[in-house]
Protein backbone atom coordinates (compact mmCIF):
# COMPACT_ATOMS: atom_id res chain seq x y z
CA UNK A 1 0.00 0.00 0.00
CA UNK A 2 1.29 3.08 -1.26
CA UNK A 3 2.41 5.93 1.66
CA UNK A 4 0.30 8.42 0.04
CA UNK A 5 -3.08 6.47 0.67
CA UNK A 6 -2.57 5.26 3.87
CA UNK A 7 -3.93 7.08 6.53
CA UNK A 8 -1.56 8.51 8.97
CA UNK A 9 -1.74 9.85 12.38
CA UNK A 10 -0.37 13.33 12.63
CA UNK A 11 0.16 15.13 14.95
CA UNK A 12 -0.40 18.65 14.73
CA UNK A 13 -0.22 22.15 16.62
CA UNK A 14 -3.32 23.89 17.68
CA UNK A 15 -4.70 26.12 15.16
CA UNK A 16 -3.57 23.26 12.46
CA UNK A 17 -6.58 22.10 9.84
CA UNK A 18 -4.97 20.43 7.00
CA UNK A 19 -1.61 18.87 6.39
CA UNK A 20 -0.80 17.94 2.77
CA UNK A 21 1.78 16.09 1.47
CA UNK A 22 2.46 16.69 -2.19
CA UNK A 23 4.04 14.67 -5.19
CA UNK A 24 7.64 14.35 -4.79
CA UNK A 25 9.51 14.89 -8.17
CA UNK A 26 13.00 13.97 -9.14
CA UNK A 27 14.98 12.16 -6.92
CA UNK A 28 13.00 9.01 -4.53
CA UNK A 29 15.95 9.78 -1.75
CA UNK A 30 15.33 13.64 -1.55
CA UNK A 31 13.29 15.07 1.66
CA UNK A 32 9.72 15.26 0.92
CA UNK A 33 8.74 19.02 1.38
CA UNK A 34 5.64 19.37 4.40
CA UNK A 35 3.23 22.24 3.52
CA UNK A 36 1.15 23.37 6.44
CA UNK A 37 -2.18 25.18 5.60
CA UNK A 38 -3.38 26.78 8.93
CA UNK A 39 -6.88 27.08 9.46
CA UNK A 40 -9.12 30.28 8.81
CA UNK A 41 -10.32 31.69 11.97
CA UNK A 42 -14.30 32.12 11.71
CA UNK A 43 -15.73 35.84 11.66
CA UNK A 44 -17.07 35.43 15.31
CA UNK A 45 -13.20 34.06 16.42
CA UNK A 46 -11.99 37.40 14.71
CA UNK A 47 -14.72 39.42 16.62
CA UNK A 48 -14.28 38.16 19.88
CA UNK A 49 -10.38 38.11 19.30
CA UNK A 50 -11.23 42.03 18.50
CA UNK A 51 -13.23 42.71 21.43
CA UNK A 52 -11.04 40.80 23.98
CA UNK A 53 -8.60 42.73 22.66
CA UNK A 54 -10.45 45.99 23.26
CA UNK A 55 -11.33 44.76 26.78
CA UNK A 56 -7.71 44.28 27.61
CA UNK A 57 -6.27 47.35 26.39
CA UNK A 58 -8.83 49.25 28.17
CA UNK A 59 -8.75 47.09 31.40
CA UNK A 60 -7.80 49.73 34.06
CA UNK A 61 -10.79 51.94 32.86
CA UNK A 62 -13.24 49.86 33.79
CA UNK A 63 -12.07 48.03 36.74
CA UNK A 64 -15.14 49.16 38.67
CA UNK A 65 -17.57 46.97 36.09
CA UNK A 66 -15.44 44.37 36.33
CA UNK A 67 -15.84 44.50 40.12
CA UNK A 68 -19.69 44.43 39.49
CA UNK A 69 -19.68 41.61 37.22
CA UNK A 70 -17.29 39.67 40.28
CA UNK A 71 -19.74 40.97 42.76
CA UNK A 72 -23.06 39.85 41.51
CA UNK A 73 -21.49 36.25 40.45
CA UNK A 74 -20.22 36.26 44.12
CA UNK A 75 -23.46 36.95 45.01
CA UNK A 76 -24.92 34.96 42.98
CA UNK A 77 -23.35 31.83 44.67
CA UNK A 78 -23.87 32.83 48.53
CA UNK A 79 -27.34 33.24 47.70
CA UNK A 80 -27.04 29.58 46.92
CA UNK A 81 -24.65 28.20 48.53
CA UNK A 82 -25.19 30.21 52.24
CA UNK A 83 -27.71 32.19 52.40
CA UNK A 84 -27.07 33.43 55.53
CA UNK A 85 -23.48 35.33 54.85
CA UNK A 86 -26.94 38.32 54.28
CA UNK A 87 -26.27 39.04 58.18
CA UNK A 88 -23.16 38.97 58.20
CA UNK A 89 -22.61 41.31 55.32
CA UNK A 90 -25.77 43.15 57.26
CA UNK A 91 -23.44 45.03 59.69
CA UNK A 92 -20.85 46.41 56.98
CA UNK A 93 -23.27 48.59 55.71
CA UNK A 94 -22.54 51.08 58.05
CA UNK A 95 -18.64 51.16 57.17
CA UNK A 96 -18.79 53.81 54.97
CA UNK A 97 -20.64 55.90 57.12
CA UNK A 98 -18.03 55.41 60.05
CA UNK A 99 -15.37 56.01 57.47
CA UNK A 100 -16.60 59.15 56.34
CA UNK A 101 -17.23 60.34 59.65
CA UNK A 102 -13.58 59.18 60.65
CA UNK A 103 -11.97 60.93 57.77
CA UNK A 104 -14.17 64.75 58.34
CA UNK A 105 -12.92 64.53 61.71
CA UNK A 106 -9.00 64.34 60.89
CA UNK A 107 -8.92 66.03 58.06
CA UNK A 108 -11.97 68.65 57.68
CA UNK A 109 -12.81 69.22 54.06
CA UNK A 110 -15.29 71.32 52.25
CA UNK A 111 -17.20 71.86 48.91
CA UNK A 112 -16.06 69.92 46.34
CA UNK A 113 -13.65 67.39 48.43
CA UNK A 114 -16.69 67.20 51.14
CA UNK A 115 -19.10 66.40 48.60
CA UNK A 116 -17.05 63.31 46.54
CA UNK A 117 -16.02 62.44 50.61
CA UNK A 118 -20.24 62.17 50.76
CA UNK A 119 -21.10 60.64 47.16
CA UNK A 120 -18.40 57.96 48.47
CA UNK A 121 -19.74 57.28 51.19
CA UNK A 122 -23.33 56.72 50.25
CA UNK A 123 -22.65 55.09 47.07
CA UNK A 124 -20.45 52.25 49.40
CA UNK A 125 -22.96 52.49 51.46
CA UNK A 126 -26.07 51.42 48.64
CA UNK A 127 -23.55 48.89 47.29
CA UNK A 128 -23.14 47.13 50.89
CA UNK A 129 -26.61 47.35 51.30
CA UNK A 130 -26.93 45.50 47.71
CA UNK A 131 -24.45 43.19 48.37
CA UNK A 132 -26.48 41.92 51.75
CA UNK A 133 -29.36 41.70 49.85
CA UNK A 134 -28.54 40.25 46.97
CA UNK A 135 -26.75 37.45 49.14
CA UNK A 136 -29.70 36.96 50.98
CA UNK A 137 -32.26 37.08 48.11
CA UNK A 138 -30.23 36.44 45.30
CA UNK A 139 -29.01 38.85 42.64
CA UNK A 140 -32.30 38.97 40.60
CA UNK A 141 -34.90 39.06 43.15
CA UNK A 142 -37.41 41.71 42.71
CA UNK A 143 -35.90 45.32 41.92
CA UNK A 144 -32.12 44.16 42.69
CA UNK A 145 -30.87 43.84 39.08
CA UNK A 146 -32.19 47.44 38.72
CA UNK A 147 -30.43 48.35 41.84
CA UNK A 148 -26.85 46.89 40.77
CA UNK A 149 -27.00 48.88 37.30
CA UNK A 150 -27.85 51.98 39.07
CA UNK A 151 -25.15 51.63 41.28
CA UNK A 152 -22.83 50.47 38.66
CA UNK A 153 -23.44 53.37 36.80
CA UNK A 154 -22.36 56.34 38.51
CA UNK A 155 -19.25 54.17 40.24
CA UNK A 156 -18.00 53.65 36.29
CA UNK A 157 -18.48 57.87 35.69
CA UNK A 158 -17.08 58.73 39.10
CA UNK A 159 -13.82 56.35 37.96
CA UNK A 160 -13.79 57.74 34.49
CA UNK A 161 -13.96 61.71 35.67
CA UNK A 162 -11.31 60.71 38.75
CA UNK A 163 -8.89 59.13 36.60
CA UNK A 164 -9.30 61.85 34.19
CA UNK A 165 -8.69 64.76 36.42
CA UNK A 166 -5.68 63.09 38.00
Do not use: D
Amino acid sequence: MSSRTRTRRVKTTAGVHTVRLPRQRGRRTAQPVLVVVPERPSIARELAGWAGGLLWRFRHALAPTGIALAVFVVTALLHALAWWSALVLAPAVAAPIGWLLFVQRRHPAHRTTLAWRIATAALATLALAWAALAAGFGPLAGPLELLWLLLLLPAQTGWLIVRRTH
